[in-house]
């Protein structure tokens, strides 16, 4: 079991920046790729960014790429997500989830192929 706790949403205007903080706990969290989603309310949840286990590997979804930046600190068993240059269609709630370790890069953006999620934090960028 690993539970996952992010912070550090809120309320910023375009062209802002925020950073959110995953923290982990209970099962070894070098052993996870990590994940990032978001959801809008009406819409499916949609991937964010990954991380591999060392840190080494980015993956970005397209409308986030060169804007967000993941990373992580297994020493503090916490993974991150920079967020800069906020757009107004960046309001969601944002979700860190543990990718089950028997699935690999194919299911990487599937929200299906994550065991593990946080309860999610709300980032609302006004225009």
């Known amino acids: 079991q690993v539970q996952l706790v992010e912070s550090g949403g809120g309320l910023v205007q375009a062209g802002g920046s925020l950073r959110l903080p995953c923290a982990a706990s209970?099962?070894?969290?070098?052993?996870?790729?990590m994940g990032w989603f978001r959801q809008a309310p009406g819409t499916e949840r949609e991937f964010v960014a990954a991380i591999s286990r060392s840190g080494g590997r980015l993956y970005y979804a397209d409308s986030v790429k060169g804007r967000f930046t993941t990373s992580r600190d297994n020493a503090k068993n916490t993974v991150y997500l920079q967020m800069d240059s906020l757009k107004p269609e960046d309001t969601a709630a944002y979700y860190c989830?543990?990718?089950?370790?028997?699935?690999?890069?194919?299911?990487?953006?599937?929200?299906?192929?994550?065991?593990?999620w946080g309860q999610g934090t709300q980032v609302t960028v006004s225009s």
């Open positions: 209970g099962r070894t969290f070098s052993n996870y790729v």
């Open positions: 989830a543990a990718q089950n370790p028997k699935n690999g890069v194919a299911t990487l953006s599937l929200p299906i192929g994550y065991d593990y």
